[in-house]
């Protein structure tokens, strides 16, 4: 089955229906909050609450879909992600940081230190593989969205017994995450690659091997951001600048549907909900112009994709 091909393939015909299948997507505004930098949102199972962080404004939020309440946590610096614990909490990238974060109490405790020799760097996206292991990425500092120094930025996972393993180096913006559904496959964005790349994953020792492009951004398609993984194996990658996700196999390199959201800066998708067929979308607002910001009054607040008729799946817990 080859790209080229389609029209014939079964790619192709699965486009198609795809298309048909998804023409009853409905896209609203579910969290007005108008977030600098909107980002790595967590469907928690248990709460059936969205947990994401606003990465500038410095806070971790809560959101619940049934009473609409936001329950909010500051941060002593920019904070990349926020992942749920299995021995209760939460793990936070704060600054450069891994902190526990107790939600009850709102008390941070520092864990652990990453780029020590690289002080202008900040944690970003983050996600806890299917055995508990959480991956998470840092960059360099940015001058504007987007601009920074190149490959200041690393990968690291931390296992349950804290200890910290570098996986890659000379990264430029560490971002969106998954597994495959048989584990053995990791997705990575590098996000001024422009690409979705692919690695050989070894879930006994976290190692990566084998990188390849799986797909490659059409120019209309602005940067890859954050991502998440469909039961049938499919990504949904937000496209920052871009102001839609897309829906790739990356079996086949082919993009199978692309959902529009109604701001450009979209950055980040997870499923949710009662039966994760929720597609749940985060946005920012950082560094659009006064006329941007007059003509996209959604940016920074939090979207719900419904009748895309494909299901996510649950977050893992940090084992640590
Ligand atoms: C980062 C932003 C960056 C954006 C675009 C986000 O994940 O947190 O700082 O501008 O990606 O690549
Ligand atoms: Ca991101």
Redesign the pocket.
Known sequence: MTKQNCGETDACRLSKARHIMTSSAKVETVVKLGAL?G?GPVWEESEQTLLFVD?AGQKIHRWSPATNQIQSVETSDMVGFVVPRRSGGYVAGVGRSFMAVDWSTQAMTHLLEVDEDKPNNRF??AKVDPTGRLLAGTMGR?VR??ELERQQGSLFSLDSDLRVTKHLSQVD?S?GMDWSLDQRTFFYID?LSLTVDAFDYDTTTGHLDNRRVVYRMAEEEG?P?GMTIDLEGRLWVAC?NAGRVINIDPATGVRLHTVSLPAMKT?SCCFGGPDYSDLYVTSASLGLDQSERGRQVEAGNIFKVTGLGVKGRASCFFSG
């Open positions: 930098v980002e990465i970003n996206d940015e969205p987007a913006i971002n996000s940067l951001d920052y950055t």
